[in-house]
């Protein structure tokens, strides 16, 4: 048996999120149909996260196991003829047989967009602001997020994670032109719902609805209502997942 890591990219818009739901598309099995067709068997396949409903991908990692030894150039090409063109595969590479796309996962990171302008183009990826708020303070209030690891105010509740402490590597808003500035934040792991929750709660700030003294004790509460409102899904990317290099196999 052989595991590969698959790379691949996804719009999120036509998907109720990454994982396999009862009443709704997901990529987790748009890519898991796929890869039955071709290897003619079901085939269980494992995300490095879970994307809610309408959040895109421009990099995600899954794995999932072959019988046989495949060709990466060859799957990748059929599985990019078999999937819908919201779905694409970059590349496919072999693991050792215990690697798990989300438990060695040792970084993520996000961007979420935001843009003071309306242009038709861009409303599906991103989100409409009708004040430009102030980005300088977002970004002071950002800065705190590295004093904690308890993020319990930006969680959804009930999931079923252990705990709900991350270690937050990277996390500031630049702008890309006039109108549109982008949120990038990298951490080690991430909570349900959480990079949507703290971009709302840092727009506050941005509004002068919360201070930055404000937006520390928000975290401290570790209480999801003293957040701000979560942020449309359809701003969000799955821009990297990192891994240690001794997971692949040299070959690949």
Not at 4 to 29: K, R
Not at 37 to 58: I, K, N
Not at 187 to 207: C, H, K, P, Q, W
């Amino acid at each position: 048996m052989q595991r590969y890591f698959i790379y691949l990219a996804y719009d999120g818009t036509a998907y109720h999120g990454w994982q396999i739901q009862p009443n709704g598309a997901s990529v987790q099995e748009c890519l898991m149909k796929a890869l039955a067709t071709l290897l003619r068997r079901e085939v269980e396949v494992v995300g490095a996260g879970r994307t809610d409903a309408g959040v895109h991908a421009s990099l995600m990692v899954a794995h999932f196991d072959s019988e046989v030894p495949l060709d990466p150039a060859f799957m990748t090409d059929k599985l990019n003829r078999l999937l819908p063109p919201d779905i694409s595969v970059y590349r496919l590479r072999a693991v050792k047989p215990d690697a798990h796309a989300r438990f060695d996962a040792i970084a993520r990171m996000y961007k979420y967009y935001v843009t003071t302008a309306k242009i038709p183009f861009d409303r599906q990826y991103r989100c409409r602001l009708f004040q430009t708020p102030d980005f300088q303070r977002m970004n002071e209030a950002a800065r705190t997020l590295f004093d904690y690891t308890d993020f319990t105010s930006f969680s959804k509740l009930h999931t079923d994670v252990k705990t709900n402490n991350c270690k937050i590597l990277h996390a500031e808003w630049t702008q890309l032109d006039e109108q549109t500035w982008v949120f990038t934040i990298r951490a080690d792991r991430f909570l349900r719902n959480m990079v949507r929750a703290i971009v709302g709660t840092l727009l506050e700030v941005g509004r002068g609805k919360l201070t930055v003294e404000g937006f520390r004790r928000v975290i401290k509460q570790k209480d999801r209502c003293r957040a701000g409102t979560s942020v449309p899904g359809n701003a969000l990317f799955l821009v990297d997942v990192a891994y240690p290099e001794e997971l692949f196999l040299a070959d690949s």
